[in-house]
């Protein structure tokens, strides 16, 4: 892995692939073009606020019920402990 | 973990920590739209009081602040706004999560995101909140019936 | 752009994270150890994720009345952050689990000890 550091793009390059403004194929990126349309989109300064609750809402609501299911599982797996 | 012997200074502690906490919990929800911050560093901090209740003033206590039997019921409801959003999208002709096609009480299509995008943090506070406090009770549970 | 111990240090201190966490979950023989070194290496996954967002220059991304927003540069990259934010929050419910199995576990062999489980298990 020490080897492999070196073909990564340097600590806070503006040039990396990350922040491209359009990707290989000419669809923009998705950091750039997020922070370019967020306020217009929901009229939302923060911009990670607009990523996770719009444009990735479908990502947060999955997360949300993985949240909700460790806390059922953990009910579940606990809850006959004191009967054994 | 007995809670015999607490002293007055750190329950006098815990008392006026817990409710700076909450204040500062309920901005950082409700503020994240214009700094950072939103509902799941909202949610773990309203956790946070409500746990740092649950050390320092002993279980009866803090059942009175949040129950262990309404944290499950708090954590769906919390899941369920945020799913009920998304299904009333999609009775509004759109996609799911679709913040345009909500029905609009006299809003722009950009301030029915403003609207959605809280709502859905208020859902996400409340169900990382309440699942956070009830994997708390759930590992303490021995502890309490022993000490 | 400064030299390659600016450039890499903090690539490689997030690796050296890693590769702790990794001997904490491969190597430790108690389960505790191990969940702690599951932590330690999810945060290292989680530093190198926030490390690769960062921009030479660029502010938070919350949008700055002096800054215009066609202006990418000058804000550092929202996305690693949104996901890293839904990771925490997975991570630490998934540590919930995981102490709550293991406190299954000690009740069932009286041990947390994998080698005194494996006996215990194989009578």
């Given amino acids: 892995m020490l080897y492999v550091v070196r073909d990564l793009p340097p600590r806070g390059d503006v040039e990396a692939p990350l922040h491209a403004k359009s990707s290989e194929v000419g669809s923009p990126a998705a950091g750039t073009y997020y922070i370019e349309s967020s306020y217009k989109d929901a009229g939302t300064d923060n911009i990670v606020t607009v990523v996770l609750a719009d444009y990735r809402g479908f990502d947060t609501f999955g997360e949300t019920v993985v949240v909700f299911a460790a806390g059922a599982a953990c009910l579940l797996i606990l809850r006959g402990r004191r009967r054994s | 973990m007995k809670s015999v012997g607490v002293s007055p200074i750190v329950r006098l502690a815990c008392r006026c920590m817990a409710r700076l906490i909450q204040i500062f919990a309920l901005y950082v929800i409700f503020h994240g739209h214009y700094s950072p911050g939103g509902g799941f560093q909202g949610g773990a901090l309203l956790a946070a009081a409500v746990i740092l209740i649950r050390i320092g003033e002993g279980r009866p206590v803090s059942q009175v602040e949040l129950s262990s039997s309404a944290t499950l019921g708090i954590g769906s409801f919390g899941a369920l706004l945020f799913g009920g959003v998304g299904l009333l999208a999609l009775l509004g002709g759109g996609n799911f999560l679709q913040y345009d096609a909500l029905p609009s009480f006299g809003l722009s299509p950009v301030g029915l995101h403003y609207w959605g995008i809280l709502v859905i943090e208020l859902g996400v506070a409340l169900a990382v909140m309440a699942i956070l406090v009830s994997i708390f009770d759930v590992l303490t549970e021995d502890d309490e019936s022993e000490g | ?123």
């Fill in chain 3, 1 to 123: 752009m400064n030299g390659f111990f600016e450039d890499y240090s903090a690539y490689i201190m997030c690796f050296l994270l890693l590769t702790v966490g990794l001997y904490g979950m491969l190597l430790k023989r108690n389960y505790v150890k191990k969940v702690i070194g599951m932590t330690i290496f999810q945060a290292a996954i989680i530093l190198f994720f926030i490390l690769t967002a960062y921009k030479e220059g660029g502010t938070v991304p919350v949008k700055d009345p002096t800054l215009p927003l066609d202006q990418a540069d000058a804000y550092i990259n929202p996305l690693p952050h949104a996901l890293m934010l839904t990771a925490i929050v997975v991570g630490v419910a998934t540590v919930g689990v995981a102490l709550s199995l293991l406190i299954r576990v000690y009740g069932a062999y009286g041990s947390l000890d994998e080698d005194k489980i494996q006996q215990e298990a194989s009578k």
